[in-house]
């Protein structure tokens, strides 16, 4: 179910989505879809062109004049920012935000006793022989960008993952040790502290009211490439964590155009007017133009509860989904192995669900077509997913499901989201 690459610092330890194991290839297209929860021509014809204009001069410029009234008339100009220089200026006041976050870890390998007393194995090494245990350092080098005068920074969880030292740099030349606040891995979320005062800040933008088309500005280190800005525009927003390849996270993605490289993990996507917007995070391996960011308001909705508590706490239901269509309908009721029956066109039609989770234990079944839930309309797993994240770990969240052409309602109490699924 994962078809491309997420942007990973620690190269020795990328994780990677790769395209799906042979043993999906020969399921049914329902089971696939189920699976994706758990992306001048120049040449003779110049010289032509230009014996045309000296022979015609007069035709062709009312041909000139024409095209031009057309152009008029086709379509309006895309509205311009007041200064050419904006992007400029955005770089002068929101770049000395900018950090580079340089992690290292440990990690121990064990050789085999099988190999250290193996007679053959020692012939061939001897002196050479490498001890049992060996300590290797990992390195890695991400972005962030201080939120507070007094030393807080938001970079990506996987920036700062299993980092037994963190060290970051300003754009001023200036290095500090930092502290891990907290990380969430589910939104790829970190904080880092480091002991300073006085610090540029950036301005905090509203990324719920962005509109593909609007202007984003990368500011990063791609591959140690200090302080690289990049521009394009938004491409699309809520682009949900199952299209771009990464469905162990929960994040409505903002995709730009704007070119982030690894390295620029952690950095800002800003506005025209230098407000941070999103988080970069991710990239498509052998994609071009494809970025994706984690929106502000996620990012700080996280941040906020790991400085408070070092932790985040996600609700939780325990079910495996898919968005039930009249096709997919066909498919599972024409599969005899499918074990489902669906009488519904519409809605979210329920795959699975995880023993002994708050779902189970409210009484929802495989086969079951969620159609609201708190109150709310879904036709889809993310309106669901959506919907589970804002609500309240313990709380009551009403669900409207049909079964066998019966409809009910069901009072279901989330979880919080366990460290491993099975």
């Not at 491309?4 to 620690?10: A, K, L, M, Q």
């Not at 085999?112 to 001890?131: W, Y």
């Not at 980092?163 to 891995?185: C, H, I, M, N």
């Not at 039609?349 to 495989?366: C, D, F, H, M, Q």
Request: hydrophobic share 35%; net charge neutral.
């Amino acid at each position: 179910m994962q078809n491309e690459s997420r942007d990973r610092e620690h190269p020795s330890n990328s994780i990677s989505h790769n395209t799906p194991d042979t043993k999906y290839h020969n399921r049914a297209p329902w089971k696939k879809a189920a699976a994706s929860l758990s992306l001048v021509l120049l040449g003779s014809g110049m010289t032509f062109a230009g014996g045309y204009m000296a022979a015609h001069p007069r035709q062709v410029s009312e041909s000139a004049s024409n095209l031009a009234l057309s152009r008029v008339n086709a379509a309006p100009p895309l509205p311009a920012t007041t200064d050419p220089n904006f992007v400029t200026k955005v770089v002068q006041k929101v770049g000395p935000a900018v950090v580079r976050i340089d992690s290292s870890r440990t990690v121990k390998t064990q050789i085999p006793d099988e190999f250290s007393n193996d007679p053959f194995f020692q012939r061939f090494f001897g002196s050479q022989l490498p001890d049992q245990q060996q300590d290797r350092v990992e390195r890695g080098t991400g972005s962030g960008f201080i939120i507070s005068a007094d030393g807080r920074i938001l970079t990506n969880a996987h920036v700062v993952d299993g980092a037994d030292t963190v060290t970051v740099t300003l754009k001023d030349g200036r290095s500090f040790k930092g502290k891990v606040l907290g990380k969430d891995e589910l939104t790829d979320v970190a904080v880092v502290k480091i002991q300073a005062d006085n610090l540029p800040l950036v301005a905090i933008g509203n990324s719920d009211q962005l509109q593909p088309g609007e202007w984003a500005i990368a500011i990063g280190n791609p591959l140690g490439l200090d302080n690289t800005v990049t521009t394009g525009i938004i491409s699309a927003t809520g682009r949900s964590s199952n299209l771009i390849g990464a469905p162990d996270k929960r994040v409505e993605y903002i995709q730009t155009d704007a070119a982030i490289n690894p390295g620029n993990s952690g950095g800002p996507l800003l506005n025209y007017r230098g407000e941070v917007i999103a988080m970069n995070t991710a990239i498509i391996q052998g994609a071009q133009g494809l970025g994706f960011a984690i929106p502000i308001n996620t990012a700080q909705r996280i941040s906020s509860q790991l400085i408070a508590t070092g932790k985040v706490e996600h609700p939780y239901l325990g079910i495996q989904m898919v968005g039930l269509t009249p096709q997919l309908k066909q498919n599972i009721n024409s599969d005899p192995n499918s074990g489902l029956s669906v009488n519904e066109d519409k809605g979210v039609l329920v795959v699975k669900v995880v023993p002994n989770s708050p779902a189970a234990k409210a009484g929802i079944r495989a086969g079951d077509v969620i159609q609201k839930l708190g109150g709310q309309t879904v036709t889809d797993a993310s309106s669901v997913q959506k919907a589970v994240e804002n609500s309240q770990v313990g709380g009551d969240l009403r669900m409207e499901l049909r079964r066998n052409g019966q409809s009910l309602n069901i009072a279901v109490r989330p979880g919080a989201f366990p460290a491993q699924v099975q």
